[in-house]
């Protein structure tokens, strides 16, 4: 019975996912470079003595991309133990263009798997980025 209800509450943790959050060298240029390639809207902006955050949505406010710079002096460091963070797009060519247009710079891809086609990229400030264009329209 304890099993049962361990389990609706990892259910129920699982359902309320509020935001993922990349460290990064420079909130306000990151906040534009995710503005610029994914079309992502700065809901909020938290600036304190030791850091700053942008609060990045996607459009319809279905997921949130915290942007946080340490401002107190310490280092920024990638780690590796982390997969990229994935978003849909609608049109891989088109976003791309942006990607290179805004700094970034294309990994992988594009590249088709399934019904789906795949592309890879890196941002400015050294994040993966993985974009998924889905196949058919029913798959949305």
């Known amino acids: 019975m304890a099993e049962a ?10 359902e309320r996912l509020a935001f993922f959050k990349l460290i990064v060298p420079d909130a306000d240029e990151a906040a534009r470079f995710y503005a610029e390639v994914l079309g992502m809207d700065c809901a909020d902006r938290i600036d304190t003595p030791r850091f700053r955050e942008r609060m990045m949505v996607t459009p319809g406010g279905a997921f949130t ?4 710079e340490w401002t107190d002096g310490r280092a ?3 780690g590796t133990a982390h997969g990229p963070v994935g978003f849909y797009a609608d049109d891989l060519d088109a976003a ?3 990607i290179e ?3 970034g710079r294309i990994a992988n891809g594009p590249f088709s798997m399934g019904a ?3 592309l890879f990229m890196t ?3 050294g994040h993966e980025i ?3 264009e889905r196949g058919g329209a029913g798959d949305r």
Do not use: C
């Open 76 to 78: 920024n460091n990638q």
């Open 96 to 98: 791309a263009a942006r």
């Open 5 to 14: 209800g361990a389990a609706t509450q990892v259910e129920a943790a699982a």
């Open 65 to 68: 991309l915290v942007l946080m």
């Open 101 to 103: 247009a805004a700094g």
């Open 130 to 132: 993985e974009l998924i």
């Open 116 to 118: 789906a086609r795949i």
């Open 123 to 125: 941002t400015p400030h």
